[in-house]
């Protein structure tokens, strides 16, 4: 079963030649991409913002059958938001790990660096099967719910400020959040940043 985490994480390596999408980003993105997923063969619902269980469903994929297992199924329910930060966490690299032994993407080719001696690891190289050609038949033909993900996880896709049609009102609700989510971060690290570098100017004038 190819799943629209697998997708993306396809999506992810293909774009690999270019700057590489934050590890916290895209874990943020797979773990909608899950969501919407499980919405889709009704493991969950919405109501409003949060994720009530569904009817008992057979997953094929072990990841999203985790995912299916995860869901908090006592009221008062988990809202999408919080799905997103604790399913998310790491959840790049266990896609990563997954795919790379389930031969969706190999190992990272080894070249002879210019100039230096010995050999230095290339990117990740998506295989070639039929699940690495239908995900990027969906991302060429930019179909709107891979594309949104792969936007908010910064893999790239969309101008600046522009939004694919999102006709299913509960996939847009876990696209937001995925927006939302993705902004948060940035807005942590960019804080994190500033007070860094205040405690180092503090630091060098102290022992200057």
Do not use: K
């Not at 390596?13 to 919407?36: D, F, H, K, T, Y």
């Not at 940043?193 to 503090?202: C, G, L, P, R, Y």
């Amino acid at each position: 079963m190819d799943t629209t985490p697998q997708d993306l994480l396809v999506v992810a390596v293909e774009a690999g030649a270019g700057p590489c999408p934050e590890q916290g980003e895209l874990s943020l993105a797979l773990a909608g991409a899950e969501l919407i997923d499980l919405l889709d063969v009704r493991a969950v619902q919405l109501d409003d913002t949060r994720i009530l269980p569904g009817g008992p469903v057979a997953v094929a994929d072990r990841l999203l059958a985790e995912a299916a297992e995860a869901v908090l199924r006592q009221p008062p329910f988990e809202s999408v938001e919080d799905w997103l930060w604790r399913r998310g966490r790491g959840l790049a690299a266990a896609y990563a790990a997954v795919l790379g032994t389930g031969g969706r993407v190999r190992r990272p080719r080894f070249h002879r660096a210019h100039g230096t001696p010995g050999v230095q690891a290339g990117g990740p190289v998506p295989a070639e099967s039929a699940g690495r050609r239908a995900a990027v038949d969906r991302w060429v033909s930019r179909e709107p719910v891979l594309t949104a993900l792969a936007a908010a996880g910064d893999i790239g896709g969309l101008p600046p400020g522009e939004q694919p049609d999102i006709a299913d009102d509960d996939v847009a609700t876990v696209l937001a959040a995925v927006n939302d989510a993705v902004r948060e971060l940035d807005a942590v690290r960019r804080r994190r940043a500033v007070e860094e570098a205040a405690f180092n100017n503090i630091w060098r004038g102290a022992v200057g």
